[in-house]
T-cell receptor, first 113, second 114 residues
Framework: GNSVTQMEGPVTLSEEAFLTINCTYT??????LFWYVQYPGEGLQLLLK?????DKGSNKGFEATYRKETTSFHLEKGSVQVSDSAVYFC????????????FGAGTRLAVHP | ETGVTQSPTHLIKTRGQQVTLRCSSQSGHNTVSWYQQALGQGPQFIFQYYREEENGRGNFPPRFSGLQFPNYSSELNVNALELDDSALYLCASSRTSSGDSPLHFGNGTRLTVT
């Protein structure tokens, strides 16, 4: 079936460290891929997306590249801040379908000063 | 522009009871989706409503039902509550029902079933 697998957290980093959160997917067809972020007590916010192979999504210093050959969409940031502490979710939507997001389990990031 | 708003923010119910959660979609959005997020897990798709009709459903039993109103606001109803229904329920609206239309999420309703 269609699914998303993320690296388990929590990920604990010092401020200004490099971040990678791994995400791989299994899907029929050609999905669109997303990263959402959830801050404490809040809903989900779209961080970035990519709709086809080799597309790079970017926002607020975060980047992720749609890799069809490895079915991956890893999230990266060159220098994290304390304010980036949140839970990050990788997700996909199947092409040609309705708006059903399939989420990974989420990865909690904690950034310390 | 008003975002997606959900009510109530928190709710405590007893097993076997019924609950109704409410969602106001963002201005200009005609599609509403509902998700269940259990503690420590990713959200799971419950169903989607477009123009007052359910047009997609996830793997949830019939005791989970919904409505969408002419102003595109929506309700999620859960009958015969079970302990495992304790979760954060997220509503999301979008401009259209297609997968190309970004989802905008509300802050959720935290349901606790005792």
């Amino acid at each position: 079936g269609n699914s998303v697998t993320q690296m388990e957290g929590p990920v604990t980093l010092s401020e200004e460290a490099f971040l990678t959160i791994n995400c791989t997917y299994t899907a029929t067809g050609y999905p669109s891929l997303f990263w959402y972020v959830q801050y404490p007590g809040e809903g989900l916010q779209l961080l970035l997306k990519a709709t086809k192979a080799d597309d790079k999504g970017s926002n607020k210093g975060f980047e992720a590249t749609y890799r069809k050959e490895t079915t991956s969409f890893h999230l990266e940031k060159g220098s994290v801040q304390v304010s980036d502490s949140a839970v990050y979710f990788c997700a996909l939507i199947l092409s040609g379908g309705y708006n059903k997001l399939i989420f990974g389990a989420g990865t909690r990031l904690a950034v310390h000063p | 522009e008003t975002g997606v708003t959900q009510s109530p923010t928190h709710l405590i119910k007893t097993r076997g009871q019924q609950v109704t959660l409410r969602c106001s979609s963002q201005s200009g959005h005609n599609t509403v989706s509902w998700y269940q997020q259990a503690l420590g897990q990713g959200p799971q798709f419950i169903f989607q409503y477009y123009r007052e009709e359910e047009n997609g459903r996830g793997n949830f039993p019939p005791r989970f039902s919904g409505l969408q109103f002419p102003n595109y606001s929506s309700e999620l109803n859960v009958n015969a509550l079970e302990l495992d229904d304790s979760a954060l329920y997220l509503c999301a609206s979008s401009r259209t029902s297609s997968g190309d239309s970004p989802l905008h999420f509300g802050n959720g309703t935290r349901l606790t079933v005792t």
